[in-house]
């Protein structure tokens, strides 16, 4: 399985980024990608995974109401839409995959997760 991250960059506090994650080489149509992240000093934590048998979603409280991941399985691609950023949102962002999907999605970690992508940097400046 591979992952490819895209779509980090510098933003100002309030505005908004697209990250996508393009994925390719699973063996079997249940899986759950997430996206994780981390920042300097900081352990890597998860952010939000979706599902690909059911589209279920599971988002961590700090960022409930102002991002959105989303799937598209004809492009084996998901998207992680971030709105309102705040300046504890920066840091290097990772899409990971697990096969099969593990239920429930509140019960990820980053130590479930069998594949990574490169990470893809967003910076919030205020």
């Known amino acids: 399985v591979q992952l490819q991250a895209s779509g980090g960059g510098l933003v100002q506090v309030g505005g908004s980024l697209r990250l996508s994650c393009a994925a390719s080489g699973f063996t079997s149509a249940s899986h759950a990608i997430g996206w994780f992240r981390q920042a300097p000093g900081k352990e890597r934590e998860g952010v939000s995974y979706?599902?690909?048998?059911?589209?279920?979603?599971f988002y961590v409280d700090s960022v409930k109401g102002r991002f959105t991941i989303s799937g598209d399985n004809a492009e084996n691609t998901v998207y992680l839409q971030m709105n309102s950023l705040k300046a504890e949102d920066t840091a290097v962002y990772y899409c990971?995959?697990?096969?099969?999907?593990?239920?429930?999605?509140?019960?990820?970690?980053?130590?479930?997760?069998?594949?990574w992508g490169k990470g893809t940097q967003v910076t919030v400046s205020s």
């Open positions: 990971a995959a697990v096969e099969p999907d593990l239920y429930p999605l509140s019960s990820i970690t980053v130590q479930d997760m069998d594949y």
């Open positions: 979706i599902s690909s048998a059911d589209g279920s979603t």
